[in-house]
């Protein structure tokens, strides 16, 4: 029996339910279980969500405005996102222990965070003073946002995924040609690029000791072996999009089938330390994708994301899976 077949049965899907709305999708989860998200409420506005096994989905409100997002949560608790200020802006957030925190921008109007780390560090984007750009930040301590430029000077984008617990940061630069390319940040290096897989554009969106993401296909990079293809669920593209302490990651690939509109079947991936791929699968629709993973818990992961149901509606969903 090979390992995907020996390892389908531990999987287990959990619709997260919506706000009202047509659609939510699950950007995090911690190790409690608490997942994170964004999902339509029955007005039609984009709401930031948590949901838990006790209490289900509920609206967080870290904002006073309209649109709020929710991406990322730390084994604390702590939630980023964004959302409207209530006076034309889009500030990012923090929210800890109760209390929703507006983390500022970089001088212009509109700033999102993308991701928290345990110590409670904050990453994302903001447009600069001036100009129309976004830069990625990191928020290293409280009310101090360092811009960490870009890889083609201050008039070309980055955008900051993720930041893991040594306050190392990943995105995507524009470099001085324009062209969107995989960056690493760090406090005593700075922003460097980590190239892509031949000529396709890159993006890094998870951190841990290592870094996952997407260059036509997903990849793993590494001090050691640089930037390593990963393959595919036997489509032509997919893409990393995070990735644990124990080396677990997960994504969404294209597969080999098509769906009734005659566009690739797409499926959320695990992809286990092995070398393994596994597709997790859908609430009864032909598409999912998964957006995060938890740190391992007793053997069990849990993953984040999103499927179609059988109506082909837009879910949030959390898988869970034994690895031993």
């Keep these: 029996m090979g390992l995907e077949a020996a390892r389908a049965p531990v999987v287990s899907i959990q619709e997260l339910g919506t706000l009202g709305g047509a659609v939510s999708q699950a950007k995090a989860v911690n190790c409690a279980g608490q997942v994170v998200g964004t999902g339509r409420d029955g007005l039609g506005r984009t709401r930031a969500f948590l949901w838990q096994e006790n209490v289900g989905i509920v609206d967080l409100k870290p904002l006073t405005g309209v649109n709020t997002s929710a991406n990322d949560i730390n084994e604390k608790g702590e939630i980023t996102g964004g959302g409207d200020t209530g006076f034309g802006d889009f500030h990012a957030y923090l929210l800890s222990e109760g209390t929703s925190f507006d983390l500022g921008t970089l001088g212009g109007n509109e700033s999102e965070a993308l991701a928290v780390n345990r110590r409670g560090q904050v990453a994302g984007h903001s447009r600069i003073g001036g100009a129309v750009v976004k830069h990625a930040f990191l928020i290293p301590d409280p009310g101090r946002m360092v811009d960490l430029g870009s890889l083609g000077g201050a008039g070309t984008t980055s955008i900051a995924h993720d930041v893991n617990d040594e306050g190392a940061v990943v995105g995507l630069a524009e470099t001085s040609t324009g062209r969107p390319h995989a960056f690493l940040w760090t406090a005593a290096d700075g922003m460097r690029d980590l190239g892509a897989l031949g000529a396709a554009p890159s993006i890094a969106l998870g951190n841990r000791r290592e870094v996952v993401g997407g260059s036509g ?40 089938r098509t769906d009734a509109r005659g566009l690739p079947v797409t499926r959320a991936f695990l992809r286990t330390p092995d070398g393994s791929m596994l597709d997790l699968g859908t609430l009864g629709g032909e598409h999912s994708s998964a957006a995060a993973i938890s740190e391992d818990d007793g053997g069990v992961v849990r993953i984040a994301g999103h499927s179609h149901d059988d109506a082909a509606a837009v879910r949030a969903v959390v898988w869970t899976v034994r690895l031993t």
């Excluded at 793993?220 to 595919?232: M, P, S």
């Design 217 to 256: 296909h997903a990849f793993l990079w590494t001090e050691r072996a640089g930037i390593v293809d990963l393959g595919t669920l036997g489509g032509r593209t997919s893409c990393a999009n995070d990735i644990n302490d124990l080396g677990c990651i997960v994504g969404v690939s294209q597969t080999d």
